[in-house]
């Protein structure tokens, strides 16, 4: 029998977060997101209002262990409960190491890898505290195991949000029941984040060539991965990484 649910997603009021909160409120689930922006959090939840389930918002930094737990109180007290949570929250930016500062390379771990714990550990001790099994998701980049030339901190920070959601599987879902997963998205039109990568319209090109089904991805098809992730359907799915990418990581050599 279908459960309505309650999750949280960071980073949710644009790009591929909005996309998945928009995809668990059509599903009728209840989604509290999360951003720095107040006004871009309240045009999505604007935006977002007419599926099935709610949706509100919590203006903070995952920065900050203090907001995280403050986080999930709010979504607890907005909606009675916690089942799930999606880390999507990020920042990125193309600059070489030899001109990377050593403040540019802690901006980035901070969010990707610092926000991705200190969110994941306030989830986890709501739930486990309440005897609860709910569900992680971290959002990484397949550079998180290969090479992320001009992305050095974001590859760093992922390959540690990769690293943390396996320990996390292993050792909260021995112990509490708990699963965390991955998802490693590739270039995904109509969120600005592959646009934002791109330095030139010739680099833009090379990435679609590299894809083997010669086209992005849709913001859709993630967040239907997410879904289904979240879902009890995916009830054996633990310390997995999908990479949602058209194949591109493995193509070594474009055709």
């Not at 967040?223 to 193509?251: P, V």
Request: net charge negative.
């Amino acid at each position: 029998m279908y459960m309505s649910k309650v999750y949280i997603v960071t980073g949710g009021s644009n790009g591929m977060g909005k996309y998945m909160a928009q995809r668990l409120v059509n599903d009728g689930h209840s989604v509290l997101i999360t951003g720095r922006d107040e006004e871009k959090l309240i045009a999505a939840v604007n935006e977002l209002k007419s599926g099935q389930g709610n949706i509100a918002y919590f203006q903070m930094d995952v920065r900050e262990p203090e907001l995280a737990e403050a986080m999930v109180q709010k979504a607890v007290d907005e909606f009675g409960t916690l089942h799930g949570l999606i880390n999507n929250a990020a920042g990125n930016f193309i600059c070489p190491v030899e001109k990377m500062s050593a403040n540019a390379w802690r901006a980035v771990i901070d969010i990707v890898l610092n926000g991705t714990f200190n969110c994941t550990k306030a989830a986890g001790d709501y739930w486990i505290k309440n005897d609860i099994k709910g569900v992680i998701i971290n959002m990484v980049a397949t550079y998180a195991w290969n090479a992320g030339a001009g992305v050095a901190h974001s590859a760093a920070a992922k390959a540690g949000v990769l690293s943390l959601t396996r320990t996390i599987a292993v050792e909260w879902g021995h112990k509490y029941g708990i699963r965390a997963n991955a998802i490693a998205p590739g270039p995904i039109e109509r969120t600005g984040g592959a646009e934002k990568l791109w330095e030139s319209e010739e680099a833009a090109k090379r990435t679609l060539q590299s894809v083997p089904l010669k086209r992005l991805g849709k913001p859709e098809e993630i967040a239907a991965l997410a879904a289904f992730m979240l879902s009890d359907d995916a009830a054996y799915m633990n310390g997995e990484c999908i990479a949602l990418d058209g194949g591109q990581w493995l193509n070594a050599f474009p055709f």
